[in-house]
């Protein structure tokens, strides 16, 4: 099993008026988690700059499952389902640490791109072998 992209706690400030986690904080924590996630596949902050090199997200699907709330403790695995040419693709799977009950799962396709140009532009051979070697096994039927 993969270690956790992302540990974090959900604070009050960061609830609705309903008492659950706002949308927009589950989008947060799946954005940090995606950068815990590049930088295991060699997609780190000081390559990042140092190549001109970014990610932009192009697609991002969200699945609510259950509700967090103010104190809950949370943990985001993450799974590298598919890498091509350009893109990759990848789920976090958030979870609420104590109980174990899946919270939410987000599915997103990004893009490596050149930031001068702001074009797609293919990943680094180094990049696809470690990502090659950090692909989710399918499971089987």
Not at 6 to 24: A, E, F, K, L, S
Not at 105 to 112: K, L, Q, R, W, Y
Request: include cysteine.
């Amino acid at each position: 099993m993969e270690e956790a992209t992302y540990r974090g706690t959900v604070y009050p400030w960061q609830c609705d008026h309903v008492g659950h986690m706002n949308i927009m904080w589950y989008v947060g924590k799946f954005d940090e988690a995606n950068w815990n996630l590049f930088a295991r596949l060699g997609l780190t902050p000081s390559y990042l700059r140092s190549s001109g090199r970014g990610m932009a997200a192009v697609q991002q699907n969200i699945a609510y499952k259950r509700e967090l709330l103010a104190g809950d403790i949370v943990e985001i695995r993450s799974h590298l389902l598919e890498i091509r040419d350009k893109t990759i693709r990848f789920r976090h799977d958030m979870a609420n640490a104590e109980t174990g009950e899946l919270a939410a799962t987000c599915e997103i396709m990004g893009v490596h791109l050149d930031r001068q140009q702001r074009k797609s532009i293919p990943f680094a051979e180094v990049i696809r072998e470690i990502a090659m070697r950090h692909l989710s096994v399918p499971a089987e039927a």
